[in-house]
Antibody
């Protein structure tokens, strides 16, 4: 069974930093890209970033580029999202998601999400 | 950026009805279009990809169609467990973009 478990969500002050983690299991981790998608309270879904299976390619949405960094450790089947210079607009549930093996930008599985709240 | 627009925002339905949800793109792209279902308090779930291919385990009452800039998700014989928010997403171009969702209530 494919499982993606996010952790690291917390309350953080504006301007602060936070690091989210995503632990994967149930599949061959280095076959798949991993994405982060967020959902602000009561709002829709917003793609945040993607990292390719080998970690050599990273892609970011405009709203986070230059502030967030995605990385992965294929020896530990995990992905991290380093988030800096956080603003209240970054308040959201952050989902870790798996990119389908053939079409890496297609999300086929989602984690349950972790809540990040940016507030003073 | 490809802007995805869904309509209607909310749809009030009764069990057994056939429901049609619309998703329009601001520009044409290859049929890399997905539909997701999200129930309250849950993560989204993939229903349809490549505009019309059902994901594993998705009931046959869900079907997708369309091409170019106009796509549709149809639920034939809606069941109570289908009450949810449905999102379309294009995964063809950067940035990946979602529609605003249609709530089926």
């Amino acid at each position: 069974e494919v499982r993606l478990v996010e952790s690291g969500g917390a309350v953080v002050q504006p301007g602060g930093s936070l690091r989210l983690s995503c632990a994967a299991s149930g599949f061959k981790f280095d076959d798949n890209a991993i994405l982060w998608v967020r959902q602000r309270p009561g709002q829709g879904l917003e793609w945040v970033c993607l990292i390719t299976w080998d970690g050599r390619g990273t892609y970011y949405g405009d709203s986070v580029r230059g502030r967030f960094i995605i990385s992965r450790d294929n020896t530990r089947d995990s992905v991290s999202l380093q988030m800096d210079s956080l603003t209240p607009d970054d308040t959201a549930v952050y989902y870790c998601a798996r990119g389908e093996e053939e079409t890496t930008t297609l999300i086929d599985y989602w984690g349950q999400g972790t809540l990040v709240t940016v507030s003073s | 950026e490809i802007v995805m627009t869904q309509s209607p925002a909310t749809l009030s339905v009764s069990p057994g009805e056939t429901v049609t949800l619309s998703c329009r793109a601001s520009q044409t792209f290859r049929n890399n279009l997905a539909w997701f279902q999200q129930k309250p308090g849950q993560a989204p779930r993939l229903l349809i990809y490549r505009a019309s291919t059902r994901a594993t385990g998705v009931p046959v009452r869900f079907s997708g169609s369309g091409s170019g800039t106009a796509f549709t998700l149809t639920i034939s014989g809606l069941q109570s467990e289908d009450l949810a928010v449905y999102y379309c997403q294009q995964y063809n171009n950067w940035p990946l973009t979602f529609g605003g969702g249609t709530k089926v209530e």
